[in-house]
C-alpha cells in the first residue's frame, strides 16, 4: 500500500513563505501530486513532479526526492486566499493517494 | 470549458437506503474516478471508469459500485446505507496527458441518518 505523512496544521502571516512537507511509503508510482482545496470544495491541482527536482509554478514550488521518498510544497508570498488545505498525493494518473492534509492559516 | 459536473450537491439518507450520484466530466475527457472524502480517512479512492470500462477499484465494500456511459457520464450507487458513509463524494476527471492533473468536481454530500 501506499501512505503519506504530512503536518496537519500550519499558521503564517500574510507575505511569509510556509513550506509543507510530505514523506510517503510506496511501492512505486508515477509522481507526487499537490492540491489545495477550501473549506470542503473541489481540490483544484497545484502542482506535479514527475521527476526529481524543484518545479515552480508562480507564486508555488513543489520539489521531490525519491530516493529520501519526500517531498514538499512551498508558498511564497502568502495571501489570505491561501488560507485552506493542502493535500500531498502520490499514484498513477488517475488514482491517488492522499496525505492527510495540511491546514494552513494565514493571519494578516 | 465547463468544469466536472456532480450531482446532486447534498442529499440526506437513512440507513438501509440506497444512493445514486451523478458526474458528468470534462468534455472529452473519457477518464471518470471517484473520491470518498470523510474526516477521519481523508481522501480514498473508490474506483476508476474509462471508456466504459472499470479499470481499477479501490478498498470499498461491494455495496459499492459504478458505471459509466458511452458519453463518458458517470454514476456511482452505494446499497443498503451505513452510517459511515456519511462523506463527500468527490468525481475527477483526466485528460490522458500524463501531466498529473484530475480535475474534482464540487462533491456530493451525502449525510446518513
Known amino acids: 500500500g501506499q501512505s503519506l505523512e504530512q503536518p496537519s496544521e500550519v499558521t503564517a502571516v500574510e507575505g511569509a513563505i510556509v513550506q509543507i512537507n510530505c514523506t510517503y511509503q510506496?511501492?512505486?508510482?508515477?509522481?507526487l501530486s499537490w492540491y489545495q482545496q477550501h473549506d470542503g470544495g473541489a481540490p483544484t491541482f497545484l502542482s506535479y513532479n514527475a521527476l526529481d527536482g524543484l518545479e515552480e509554478t508562480g507564486r508555488f514550488s513543489s520539489f521531490l526526492s525519491r530516493s529520501d521518498s519526500y517531498g514538499y510544497l512551498l508558498l511564497q508570498e502568502l495571501q489570505m486566499k491561501d488560507s485552506a488545505s493542502y493535500f500531498c498525493?502520490?499514484?498513477?494518473?488517475?488514482?491517488?493517494?492522499f496525505g492527510a492534509g495540511t491546514t494552513v492559516t494565514v493571519r494578516a | 470549458k465547463a468544469g466536472v459536473t456532480q450531482t446532486p450537491r447534498y442529499l440526506i439518507k437513512t440507513r438501509g437506503q440506497q444512493v445514486t450520484l451523478s458526474c458528468s466530466p470534462i468534455s472529452g475527457h473519457r477518464s471518470v474516478s471517484w473520491y470518498q472524502q470523510t474526516p477521519g480517512q481523508g481522501l480514498q479512492f473508490l474506483f476508476e471508469y474509462f471508456s466504459e470500462t472499470q479499470r481499477n477499484k479501490g478498498n470499498f465494500p461491494g455495496r459499492f459500485s459504478g458505471r459509466q456511459f458511452s458519453n463518458s457520464r458517470s454514476e456511482m450507487n452505494v446499497s443498503t446505507l451505513e452510517l459511515g458513509d456519511s462523506a463527500l463524494y468527490l468525481c475527477a476527471s483526466y485528460d490522458g496527458t500524463g501531466d498529473g492533473e484530475l480535475f474534482f468536481g464540487e462533491g456530493s454530500r451525502l449525510t446518513v441518518l
Open positions: 498525493a502520490v499514484g498513477n494518473d488517475y488514482k491517488l493517494s
Open positions: 510506496t511501492s512505486g508510482f508515477y509522481g
